[in-house]
């Protein structure tokens, strides 16, 4: 009989009258990794939730690691003693700790009558870990001084912290999303010398790319149920899961037909300077225009959407709106706003939402001082704007009071874009609109700003993902290492990466 690695059959689960796990079944061998993918609301976190005792299944599920039995439900002392670690989207890092004390966290190593924590040998664990996977970080360095990719490899030591090579499954909840795409091929790289020693890693991510570069089988879950199970990636394609995930082909979007091109300017950006080092740009964007941003990490172009909405002060730019002209380098959000400008910022946990408040609330909130007076704001209008929110972007949800934290991930997105349409902007600025959401919220995020775009408003959208771009944009600015950008009108994700990894442009200065 074959031993799995870990054994989860007949896993349910139930919300009150809503069941959103029936009869999943989820196997993963020794030493390999495996991918649970579907869309938000499949039923992927709530799988993870169940594996690591977070939610409690419904009865007749069980559990078995490397064939044992496990007591149900899940205690975590039980699962993690029995060789599971999670990383989390967030890494669960301390920015404030050292790296070595980041990797002791729920560990450390104590000694003596008043069991202190023994920091010489803790920074020595600390190292051990760090060799055996060979990452080339000072175990001293404060956590906050590392980069992305450096953060994600220092929770992954720590998810090895307790387990012998070879032993063990490392679950990985979109723990990935934050990485460049010059980083992923280098964090896969760490991946695959962790399952050669036959750790086994589970990895939950939306996508479809890494699954394929990555795992060697997935399973792919539709409304709660298995759709797809332990299939090998070496014979799907991209299309092949999105199908499986959706229950039916994804189509493309139609691309415009440039009639955008003599249109009055609805943003003119000049001589902006967003970050230390970098020299000035000119960007203007056209009314129903969408005009792509994109380079390598380090070239400044991901905090261009941020100057230009205010959210962060400029060296030095201004912005000129049909509304009139704003001095970036003040960064007042209040003076952009008035400027017809709305932002969709990349972290919406962090940026864009207030998790504890409703759906209703999150998107009339733009609009309170506005529509609302001192002594009373009024919850008519409100409603009516966040249902009409959720028909137009087919937001999952069972009222426009429910809690944003309660939604996934990609119904959180589309929470944030209807958030700022909802004060009618001039200029829709937007950083990775569909980062770590599924492909069908991805298409109903890039739908509707095309949709967007189409009433006029012009819509700068920065973003590393070459498919994004090309799909919708009339034009891509690429900027390169010494500042100067180059302008593209392709709809090859292969020319633009060419181009983002194409050291030198050929355009001198900063002018599109």
């Keep these: 009989m074959v031993q799995h690695r870990l054994e ?29 993918i579907g869309q938000n609301g499949s039923g992927k976190s709530t799988v993870v939730k169940i594996l690591t005792g977070y939610h409690a299944p419904d009865p007749g599920m069980t559990l078995a690691l490397d064939g044992q039995l ?18 989390h989207q967030d890494l669960g890092l301390l920015d404030t700790a050292t790296v070595a004390e980041n990797i002791g ?5 104590r000694s003596g009558f008043l069991r202190k924590i023994d920091w010489k040998a803790q920074r020595a664990l600390a190292q051990a870990v760090l060799d055996r996977l060979d990452v080339h970080v000072d175990p001293a360095s404060p956590v906050a001084a590392l980069n992305a990719t450096q953060r994600a490899e220092v929770g992954i030591a720590r998810a090895l912290r307790d387990q012998r090579p070879g032993e063990g499954v490392i679950i990985l909840d979109e723990a990935t999303r934050a990485l460049p795409r010059e980083e992923l091929v280098r964090f896969h790289g760490l991946l695959k010398r962790v399952v050669a020693e036959g750790t086994s890693v589970l990895i939950v991510t939306h996508n479809l790319e890494e ?17 797809g199970a332990g299939l090998q990636t070496a014979s799907l394609t991209e299309q092949d899961m999105a199908k499986l995930m959706l229950g039916k082909t994804v189509g493309t979007l139609s691309r415009r037909d440039g009639s955008v091109d003599g249109a009055p300017a609805a943003l003119t950006v000049r001589g902006l300077v967003a970050e230390p080092g970098r020299p000035p740009l000119d960007i203007e964007v056209r009314r129903g225009e969408i005009v792509g941003i994109t380079g390598l990490p380090g070239t400044g172009y991901a ?71 001192r002594w009373f704001v009024g919850r008519g209008w409100q409603t009516e704007v966040a249902e009409s929110a959720v028909d137009n972007l087919s937001i999952k949800t069972r009222s426009v009071e429910t809690l944003v934290k309660e939604l996934s991930g990609g119904n959180q997105q589309k929470v944030l874009f209807a958030k700022w349409l909802s004060v009618g902007p001039k200029v829709l600025v937007l950083h990775e609109p569909t980062q770590a959401v599924d492909v069908g919220a991805r ?34 600015l690429v900027v390169a290492r010494d500042g100067s950008m180059r302008e593209l009108r392709t709809d090859s994700a292969d020319e633009v990466l060419e181009a983002v990894y194409d050291e030198a442009a050929p355009t001198p200065g900063g002018h599109a």
């Design 303 to 373: 905090a261009v959407p941020y100057a230009v909405a205010g959210a962060r002060p400029a060296l030095a730019g201004t912005i000129t709106t049909e509304q009139g002209d704003v001095d970036l380098a003040r960064g007042d959000v209040a003076a952009c706003i008035r400027a017809g400008i709305g932002l969709v910022p990349e972290r919406r946990d962090r940026d864009g939402l207030a998790f504890e408040m409703s759906i209703r609330d999150n998107i009339a909130l733009p609009s309170v001082r506005a529509r609302g007076s």
């Design 70 to 87: 496990l007591e149900l439900p899940v205690q975590w002392e039980s699962v993690s003693a029995a060789g599971v670690s999670v990383v």
């Design 443 to 476: 298409q109903d995020i890039l739908a509707s700003i095309q949709t967007v775009a189409g009433t006029g408003v012009g819509v700068l959208l920065a973003s590393g993902e070459p498919g994004d771009l090309v799909e919708i944009c009339d034009r891509i």
């Design 105 to 109: 966290v729920g560990g450390y190593i």
């Design 8 to 36: 989860a059959r007949a896993v349910s689960k139930t919300f009150g009258s809503t069941r959103v796990l029936d009869n999943v079944e989820l196997l993963v061998e020794p030493g390999e990794i495996h991918a649970l």
């Design 211 to 227: 699954v394929l570069a990555l795992a060697d089988r997935v399973t792919v879950l539709r409304d709660g149920r298995v759709v």
